[in-house]
């Protein structure tokens, strides 16, 4: 029996590997067709073999089309029918987490007690739709569960006050640092955030719409290579010893073949901790990376709590993971929260600033791809991103729990001394400034430091940065255009660690659907050169259908007209 080999082979079934996946499966994607010839093309797909068409130009004859015959649909109102089809692509997806989609992110949420998203509702992994997440919500009636997200939509401006915001260089769509950018009135159903249950939901429908259920596979990846494996695997080359593929071997011992593996591990680096914990100082305190899933808190501190003895918590880090942790501690019975930042509060309602979201993104985009080095591009990175920062609504939630004196904040302050003491399993800390409403001793202390990119500490990938050497700025490597290892190595990178090519949108779910859109044309291209059999593309079989209702591209009729 031969091994086989997959055509895509997805390593993380987060946010990003879903949009991926989903992309690879959709025929008419939103990036590539106006809305008018997507809502035709859906409309034919669902009405397959059931309705007596008119042909244009046949205006005497009345004719049955099914629209089944080789568009590889099939009859009925499932709607993954218009996606079933002998020639879609054998995709394979690998997750450390568990077997299923999306099983980190939401074992997180339910440890975080998240309750809602941070992003807008046009920040989603579906292809087909941006206002997809808005139309599931409408549609299941669950427009309730979402919150407006304050201070983005501005109040109209008059002309007068317009042109003289232009005349001193503040108007909208410049780069001055400290202007906030105005967010249309029209736009102001974009800016609320859905509930978390309900942005689960609305995954879980795209998963079944592409048929994407069956191809995760529980499983951490140790070594990914690339080259000619000829003797493991029969190609469908005629075994020519020039194809290559990737051998991707997994924490068990298992072999994955695939003609392309597509990267989808999030930050994709190693947390940031101040200082090196020893093995029993673990016993007191942890990263926001390592939180225990089914248990919040530590058991020496849980017991504590259970007991009503006083508490004394620690959270370093002054980003939306902390605001979240030191809720969460307060919740489950902490005493005492002290947040410890080095710099100043940041308020923002989303991890980078509106001038690259709202409208007007285009222009920052454009500087940020037309730069002049990958060193200039890192810069514009760090400075668009700027560090950990708290939405409003949860800063609010943080001002409650000061005012009941259960939460401390501590700016500019770093921790100059820690020392642990096993038998009374508590810390004593020291900081600069000196926190006098510090309790003597501290139950825990949890790192919300964040995760710093660095695809140089990914061990699995060190076979292939052997023999593909590839240059890094930043922790970050520097990518083809179309987000490959290189140019004849079809590894492909979305997330955090393609942010010199995406932008500073990388980490978000914005960036995981624009890396998926550049992503799929570029396996595309690949796959062609296995020479396989896949059918006609999207743009192909909308032509064709359409032109079987009597009806092709709404500017074909301005074709061969000269302009004036």
Known sequence: MTTPIHDVLIIGAGPAGLAVAARLREPTPS?????????????????????NLRPRG????????????GCGGKKGDDETAAYDSPHRLDIKVLDSSGPSWLHNWTSDFAVLGISHLRSPMFFHPCPRDRDGLLAFAQETGRCGECVEIANCV?????????????????????????VTLEIDERDRKDYYTPSAEMFCDYCRNVVRRYGLDDMVEEGRATSIDFGSFNDELELYRGNDPRAKSFKV????????FAKVVVLAIGPGGIPKVPRTLSAAETEGACHSTQLPKKMFLAPRVLEKTQNRVSTAVVVVGGGLTAAQIANQCIENGVSRVLMVMRS????????????????????QKAAFWSADSDEERLEMLLEARNGGS????????????????SLSIHIHTIITGQAWDAQLKSWKIETDPPMVDSPARIDYIYYATGIRPDVECLPFLSPLREKFPIEVKGGLPCLTQDLAWANDVPLFVTGRLAGLRIGPDCGNLEG???????????????????????????????????????????????????SS
């Open 31 to 51: 990036a590539v067709f106006t809305d008018a010839e997507h809502n035709r093309y859906q409309w034919i797909k669902k009405h397959s073999g059931r309705m």
């Open 154 to 178: 501005g109040k109209s401006m008059s002309k007068h006050r317009r042109k003289k915001r232009t005349a001193k260089g503040e108007g909208i769509g410049t780069a001055k640092k400290g």
């Open 344 to 363: 100043a509060l940041k308020l923002k309602p989303f991890d980078i600033d509106l001038d690259w979201m709202g409208k007007f993104q285009n222009v």
């Open 249 to 256: 071997t997994t924490q068990d011992g298992q072999l994955k």
């Open 390 to 405: 708290i939405p409003p609504r949860y800063f609010k939630t943080l001002q409650t729990h000061v005012a009941n004196g």
């Open 58 to 69: 046949d205006a005497g004859k009345r004719s049955k089309c099914s629209f089944v015959d």
């Open 512 to 562: 995981a659907r624009a890396g998926a859109e550049r992503i799929s044309w570029a396996v595309e291209d690949v796959l062609e050169g296995w020479q396989l059999d896949r059918g006609e593309d999207a743009g192909e079989e909308y032509h064709r259908l359409c032109q079987r209702v009597g009806s092709v591209n709404m500017y074909d009729s301005l074709d061969g007209i000269e």
